[in-house]
């Protein structure tokens, strides 16, 4: 039920974080996986970290996923790498730094929202074009956050961007579904990344913060393998417009 074998994935975002994490648990299960990031160095190393855990095909490209351009060739350029596409993980994402909310500037809110925003509605649509196109339905999996259902206080463009991708997972997955097409959401909470990395050594933060994560500790990418297999595979099958915490209980404590 969780094998991927033969599945093709793409996955923006991958070369590290929680886009490696879900990429990893796809190798894992068997898929051809095919990673998004803008550092090639970063690439090579995540790529060479799925081929000592998988048997399938692994891939890199580089693409700025706000370029809108890179993104519809990048798209072709998977196809025709892996004859098709059937998982598409719409990852990639960058902070926008804290900032006191009246202190913030217009320069930081354009940057967040050029990738976590519109690159999530590039990817998603030429990625859903190809799967309408194929007629052999698929998975999309989307990278949302807590911080969209939570008030982010002094980062309220991040949360934003990650309530709008949320709204548009949601609305491709009632459109899709006709097309066998499911699109579902998954919502990190306190994950232990690079744009983490301040706050994880910042020791008023986890006395205030991570204390009050019921699973006692950071979430770490090995904890987003087993959704992205659960999600991409026929478990899931009857699954659609749903958005999965996965925050250690954080949200309900």
Known sequence: MFDLTGKRA?????SAGIGLGMARGLAKAGADVVLWGRGQARLDSAA???????TGRVGTR?????????VRDGVASVVAELGGLDVVVVNAGVGAGLAKFVESSTEAYRKVLATNLDGAYFTLREAAAELVRQGTGGSV???SSLGALQGAAR??????????????ANG???????EGVRVNSVLPGWIATDMTDGLQHWEAFTKNVISRVPLGRWGTPEDFEGIAV????????????T???IDGGYSLF
Do not use: P, W
């Open 10 to 14: 793409l996955v923006t975002g991958g």
């Open 48 to 54: 060479a970290d799925l081929a000592q855990h998988g």
């Open 62 to 70: 580089s693409v700025d996923v706000s370029d809108e351009d890179a």
């Open 141 to 143: 999996i989307v990278t």
């Open 155 to 168: 980062n309220q463009a991040y949360a934003m961007t990650k309530a709008g991708v949320l709204a548009l």
């Open 172 to 178: 491709c997955a009632v459109e899709l579904a006709s």
């Open 230 to 241: 659960y999600l991409a595979s026929d478990a899931s099958r009857f699954q659609t417009g």
């Open 243 to 245: 958005s999965t915490l």
